[in-house]
């Protein structure tokens, strides 16, 4: 994890203090075992679905997100200002001094809102950026910061379309799974990891972050039946898929395919609900690994 910044100024703006507050590295999971224990007690109650809806909506994942970004576009999710503060290898300079630049993919890129940051900020990056939602694509390429010289945005599912398509075999230096995963069934997650090694490195770097068994989102699902398809995997209203993930998992899914684990825990962020006056406890696995 990141050295933590400079203590913040105590007359900032709103708008200030929220940048400085992003810029503080997530701390280490500290949710109560007591906390822990209840969330277990309410997932553990829950039951699936009926198998035709499960189905549905695991074959229908693609069509869902593409009707969320053409009803949402660029409206819902804020810049991932934070990256660099998590992964700091965005802001290294390329290994390759013969091109000078450091060769990048972010999978499941959504409508840019971790891409256009980190390259504003790292003039040595070049972006690949993929999502199997043609509507997340097209809204990419609409950005005003998007330029053919520094990235290169194209429609890809994961678990069955080759990367290798449109990015040189062992080319990448680095790649992203910010919150992707998590809209992957359970048994697609293996081909998933196998594309993306494809295109990496020897000595590249994954860089992993995603929703954690017992985070509040979950427990919230679990607490109004008809949300559960298959362990720890659930449906949202929109139809749109998400998976809670164990650190054990997770590092077997990538080591088991030849990765070698850089850092994998569990990290822990309180948000307040002001209009209801409640804390909840957000918890996120993050994760680096390594192509072997």
């Known amino acids: 994890?990141?050295?933590?910044?400079?203590?913040?100024?105590?007359?900032?703006?709103?708008?200030?203090?929220?940048?400085?507050?992003?810029?503080?590295?997530?701390?280490?999971?500290?949710?109560?075992?007591?906390?822990?224990?209840?969330?277990?007690?309410?997932?553990?109650?829950?039951?699936?679905?009926?198998?035709?809806?499960?189905?549905?909506?695991?074959?229908?994942?693609?069509?869902?997100?593409?009707?969320?970004?053409?009803?949402?576009?660029?409206?819902?999710?804020?810049?991932?200002?934070?990256?660099?503060?998590?992964?700091?290898?965005?802001?290294?300079?390329?290994?390759?001094?013969?091109?000078?630049?450091?060769?990048?993919?972010?999978?499941?890129?959504?409508?840019?809102?971790?891409?256009?940051?980190?390259?504003?900020?790292?003039?040595?990056?070049?972006?690949?950026?993929?999502?199997?939602?043609?509507?997340?694509?097209?809204?990419?390429?609409?950005?005003?910061?998007?330029?053919?010289?520094?990235?290169?945005?194209?429609?890809?599912?994961l678990t069955k379309d080759p990367l290798t398509d449109t990015i040189p075999v062992g080319s990448l230096d680095v790649v992203s799974s910010i919150f992707v995963f998590s809209a992957i069934p359970v048994e697609k997650l293996e081909a998933a990891v196998r594309n993306i090694k494809e295109v990496m490195k020897p000595g590249g770097m994954l860089c992993f972050r995603d929703y954690a068994l017992y985070d509040a989102a979950q427990v919230k699902f679990s607490s109004n039946p008809g949300h559960m398809l298959d362990t720890n995997l659930y449906v949202r209203q929109d139809g749109t898929l998400s998976l809670f993930f164990s650190t054990e998992q997770i590092r077997d899914l990538f080591e088991k395919e030849g990765f070698t684990t850089a850092e994998c825990e569990y990290v822990h962020r309180e948000t307040i609900n002001r209009a209801m006056d409640i804390c909840i406890d957000r918890r996120f696995l993050q994760a680096k690994f390594i192509k072997q």
């Open 1 to 157: 994890m990141a050295e933590q910044p400079p203590a913040p100024a105590t007359d900032l703006s709103p708008m200030e203090a929220r940048r400085l507050k992003l810029l503080q590295p997530l701390q280490l999971s500290i949710i109560s075992p007591e906390k822990l224990e209840h969330a277990q007690q309410i997932i553990e109650k829950d039951k699936a679905i009926k198998p035709f809806w499960v189905n549905k909506y695991k074959n229908e994942a693609a069509k869902n997100w593409d009707r969320f970004y053409k009803r949402n576009e660029t409206r819902f999710y804020k810049d991932r200002h934070w990256i660099e503060r998590e992964f700091t290898i965005y802001k290294q300079q390329p290994t390759d001094t013969k091109s000078g630049t450091l060769n990048c993919l972010e999978v499941g890129c959504g409508v840019g809102n971790f891409i256009f940051p980190v390259l504003e900020r790292n003039p040595h990056l070049f972006m690949y950026a993929c999502d199997f939602a043609p509507q997340a694509i097209e809204l990419v390429k609409q950005h005003e910061s998007y330029k053919s010289g520094r990235c290169s945005a194209f429609v890809c599912d």
